[in-house]
């Protein structure tokens, strides 16, 4: 039990056909709401820092990776500690040096060439530590950690052909998903996942921008292949700021004036949340313990 590479549990994962639920955590409340849900489900559990986290000063690279450590120790629970969406290689490689298990590195709005280049010197580096490498072709849009991004389907052939050049962990697919909340429902284009699945079966594929999809639309993606589903603004908006709004209106919460009684009611929101979201992944009970 502890911090475990993601790359561990996505092989389990391609073995037992279910996907890696992936959080991205906003506040010290958010993450340990992804722990006790991972707790409650014996579910393995990726959790996911952001660029805009660290640029916010909110945590510091180190103390996260001790935090995380800690925590997963604490609730007994198989957590990778990934940074989700990086454009920076050299930032990669010192969250590697401070205990990070996973890494994206994200150069999809890069050249082909350019982001074979980037995902290999990741890859390279991340690779003498045991630590699992992600990235992204074709380009997930939508509000990406506070950045507003184009569309781009992944090709199945390019698929293919990158993951051989990089021999990346993990690749992250753009299927019809966009990060933030939709406009209208997506459509996932399934066949699109299928093949490229039958290309690099070895490869498990990311589902990014899982916020309002339908949950019968995660079940059919997994059935095709996808292996971790990443889940970001709605724990960020109605799980974390949300809860907090709510609990900071209930004049007995005012009253109290300890912030430790709201900070508790936003774990277990986020819990709870992050608890329907596993059981549609079909990971409960899929952790070692
Ligand atoms: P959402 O914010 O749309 O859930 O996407 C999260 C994500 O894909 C993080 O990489």
New binding site residues.
Partial sequence: MGLVTMKYEMMKAIKGNYAVPAF?FFTYETLSGIAEAAAQKKSPVVA?ATMSGFKMGLFSPKGIAKIAEGISEDYGINMALHM??CPDVEFLKQLVDYGFTSVMIDSSKKEFAENVDDTCRVVEYARKYGVTVESELGHVG?KEDDVEAENLFTEPEEAARFVKATDVDALAVAVGTV??FYKALPKLDFPRISQINELIPNCPLVL????GVPYDDFREAIKRGVRKI?????LKVNGTFNTFVNAYSDPAQLAAKDPRTISKVVIDAVAAKCCEIIDVMGSVGKADC
Avoid: A, C, L, S
Avoid at 208 to 211: A, E, K, V, W
Avoid at 230 to 234: C, D, F, K, L, P
């Fill in positions: 991205n996911m989700d969406h939508g990060h933030g990014h921008g899982g916020t990443n889940v970001g603004t709605e």
